[in-house]
């Protein structure tokens, strides 16, 4: 709708007589009609007057339900519609009844343990669209469901897609049984980091605690409840209390669970989070007393973070963790205590003991049997492929750990939807290869647990690094996963673009085509680290030997290298990443296409999928080009024209940027801007993003390069953080 609105001005502005050039008009650009009003399945429709709604049951879980399916069914229905608390009496055409009643399971026909079921039975010239659930709990997440069943699309905690139908349409066919793979389920939003959500659950106000009722809301409608994150020590805690208490008071009123992220150790600390213990030989009375002031809040879990690079003495973590599960349960018997499993494949994390050569995250094991494990794994690496970071060649370890101690304590899985830090969101990069990842690992640890007779995962917690960018895209389908983990990931992708009406089968295919691109180009042929970025703390990590993220071929190694070395590189590497932008246009392409057609409902979503195709090919191009222009310098000749191509390309990329911040859902200063915040980072996490320094940085490196033989060294390079 922008694109047309802006393409129709140029035109009436030349037929008025504005100046105009006088070159030939580019040709129109493909334009396909995308209605967010049609259903590609079948619907029967119900005139408003026929159709009866009820939501039975007095649990207080389920009183916002029904105000909000009033609201949503009214909205999509186009008028006002009552849902009523009692059973219903059948009298009119069409019934929606959700129930965890007698009446309603036998209605179903057939027995259920967990989950819910969402049925429709025709008889006697009348239509009943039942959702049965056993609990309030999990009827709530059907209610939701059938929502989505419906048309609706609770895409993201500040903005959803309701499409205007203008009656009640109701599938013909749906007969769906769905039960969550685990019992905890949700996210940690990562307020170490300067994401969004860093002032909505860190910083005090009216309008941050809004926006917290809206990310529980969402978590709920999501089929989701639970919600952790780090506190930072940097925050005051006498004037943040009541903020938190707020939010623990709402999560608990609409049945979602909130965690607390302390660390164990300051001497592993590296970011602003609150510690136990900073000194060793007093960590007995530092240790209580720093959980009692914790647990002055109501939280429901608390999960131990261990640091990154380095750690204590392994007897003594034992100990502390020990202690520290013994502490809280004692005083609250139903409080769980987890700890994080992190990685690192580095020489000081592998610790003797007990005669033994064991990983330093999994030490835990040797703990209090009551203590939880909670196995990290990071960015769009996945626990079954051949391929990791932090200096790990596979994250298998991870998942070896992870199943040999579901047996005998509680576990929960905790890996990334983000990185962030020169990764991804902030470069920016659009990868959906995040999904693909997710995906395999719900849908193999589902089967394996299965197979192998385990008990289940206790829990399934996303590390979220932020929403913009289609980034809320793997959190919003992971929750999907998490209640039908044996789906094939297609049916994720088609649940979503659904959304798009008319054109939900073309958009079904652009989206399932791209993330096979990104999983055959920046996965299977590793180009992942090429399209990604670099700040002076990441350059910094590769010379300590700490490799944050995997590393690219450094523009120097290539001018370094021998003529045979050059033409291997290229054929590999940079040929590769040409290609992979080469194969993006017209998925791109298409996209655009339907995005020109799109109706108002629909403009928002599909722009930043177009943008996001869009921001990934080009970073692709500009790679290819930088490494062109150094291969020209290493075989004798010019490469700056290649260099300023690049920057060019670079200017393309800012018009993305920009259409895209006109459209993030918080405001530019907080995410894109320096605004002072307690956390190490003094920016947004979009900044760099913003400033696009980490394209800028690369022309910088290849440029001096050029023109002086040797690598700028890092410390006069921008460093990306400020």
Same mark, same amino acid.
């Given at each position: ?22 070159? *030939? ?33 007095? @649990? ?15 909205? %999509?229905?186009?008028?006002? #519609? ?10 009119? =055409? ?11 399971? +036998? ?25 049965? &659930? ?46 969550? %793979? ?12 300067? $994401? ?20 529980? @809301? ?23 209390? *009541? ?7 709402? +999560? ?31 960590? =007995?009375?530092? %240790?209580?007393?720093?959980? @009692? ?35 809280? #349960? ?47 794994? /990071? ?41 962030? $830090? ?19 690992? $719900?849908?193999?640890?589902? +089967? ?7 008990? *289940? ?23 999907? %996963?998490?209640?039908?983990?044996? +789906? ?49 703390? #990441? ?42 932008? &080469? ?102 996490? /979009? ?26 060294? $890092? ?8």
């Amino acid at each position: 709708m922008r694109r047309r609105a802006a393409a129709l001005l140029a035109v009436l502005g030349c037929a008025a007589g504005a100046a105009c050039s006088s070159s *030939p008009a580019a040709p129109p650009q493909p334009v396909v009609a995308c209605d967010s009003t049609v259903s590609v399945a079948p619907t029967d429709t119900f005139a408003l007057a026929d159709v009866e709604v009820t939501l039975e049951g007095t @649990d207080p879980l389920l009183a916002p339900v029904r105000v909000d399916l009033a609201s949503y069914l009214g909205a %999509m229905w186009g008028g006002p #519609v009552a849902v009523a608390a009692t059973p219903p009496d059948v009298a009119r =055409r069409a019934t929606l009844w959700l129930s965890s009643s007698p009446a309603a399971a +036998a209605a179903l026909g057939t027995t259920i343990g967990d989950g819910y079921a969402i049925k429709r039975i025709d008889t006697g010239g009348k239509t009943t669209l039942l959702v049965y &659930a056993g609990t309030a709990a999990d009827l709530v997440s059907g209610a939701y469901a059938l929502l989505e069943e419906l048309g609706a699309r609770f895409f993201h905690p500040k903005q959803e897609l309701v499409p205007a139908l203008g009656a009640p349409r109701l599938p013909q066919a749906i007969d769906v049984w769905r039960r969550p %793979m685990a019992k905890r389920r949700g996210l940690q939003p990562h307020t170490l980091h300067p $994401i969004e959500y860093l002032a909505t659950f860190m910083e005090p106000g009216a309008d941050n605690l809004a926006d917290a009722k809206r990310f529980v @809301d969402w978590l709920v409608k999501t089929g989701q409840n639970l919600v952790q994150w780090p506190l930072l020590a940097t925050v005051d805690w006498a004037s943040w209390k *009541p903020h938190a208490q707020a939010i623990l008071d709402y +999560a608990h009123s609409r049945g979602v669970r909130v965690g607390a992220v302390p660390q164990v150790w300051g001497g592993a600390a590296l970011q602003n989070n609150v510690v136990l213990v900073t000194d060793a030989s007093k960590w =007995r009375a530092q %240790m209580s007393a720093a959980l @009692d002031h914790l647990m002055e809040l109501p939280w429901d879990f608390v999960e131990l973070a261990l640091g990154e690079f380095t750690g204590a003495d392994p007897q003594q973590i034992i100990d502390w963790l020990s202690y520290a599960t013994d502490y809280l #349960v004692t005083k609250d018997p139903a409080i769980e205590v987890d700890v994080q499993n992190h990685v690192g494949n580095y020489p000081q994390l592998w610790v003797q003991y007990q005669g033994q050569r064991t990983f330093y995250y999994h030490l835990p094991q040797y703990s209090d049997a009551r203590l939880g494990q909670s196995v990290h794994t /990071l960015s769009l690496f996945d626990v079954y492929r051949e391929w990791a970071t932090y200096a790990h060649p596979d994250f298998h370890l991870q998942h070896d750990y992870l199943l040999k101690e579901l047996p005998t304590r509680r576990v929960s899985y905790f890996p990334e939807s983000a990185y962030w $830090i020169s990764a991804d969101i902030d470069v920016p990069a659009f990868l959906p290869e995040h999904l693909h990842a997710r995906w395999l690992d $719900i849908h193999g640890l589902s +089967a394996e647990i299965a197979d192998r007779g385990l008990p *289940p995962l206790g829990g399934h917690v996303t590390f979220t690094s932020g929403h913009e960018w289609g980034y809320w895209l793997t959190d919003y389908l992971v929750a999907k %996963m998490l209640w039908e983990p044996g +789906a094939p990931l297609d049916h994720f992708l088609a649940h979503y673009a659904a959304a798009y009406g008319s054109c939900e089968n073309d958009v079904t295919a652009a989206l399932s085509s791209y993330v096979k691109l990104q999983t055959s180009y920046l996965f299977d042929h590793r180009l992942l680290s090429y399209v990604q970025g670099e700040n002076s703390t #990441v350059d910094e990590g590769y010379l300590a030997g700490l490799e944050t993220h995997p590393r690219r071929l450094a523009f120097e190694q290539v001018a370094a290298m021998g003529a045979d070395e050059r033409a291997g590189f290229e054929a590999t590497i940079v040929q590769a990443l040409e290609s992979f932008a &080469a194969e993006s246009q017209p998925i791109e392409d298409a996209v655009a296409a339907r995005c020109r057609g799109a109706d108002a409902a629909l403009a928002p979503w599909c722009d930043e999928l177009w943008d996001g195709i869009a921001i990934v090919r080009l970073r692709a191009q500009h790679a290819a080009l930088l490494y062109r222009a150094v291969l020209a310098y290493a075989g004798g000749g010019d490469g700056m024209p290649l260099v300023d191509r690049a920057a060019r390309v670079t200017d393309q990329a800012a018009q993305v940027v920009a259409r895209r911040e006109a459209q993030y859902r918080f405001d530019l200063d907080r995410v894109a801007g320096n605004p002072k915040n307690p956390t190490i980072y003094g920016f947004g996490y /979009l900044r760099p993003a913003h400033t696009q320094c980490y394209w800028r940085r690369r022309e910088e490196q290849v440029a001096f390069l050029l023109q002086n033989g040797v690598a700028e060294g $890092i410390l006069s390079l921008p460093n990306c953080q400020d």
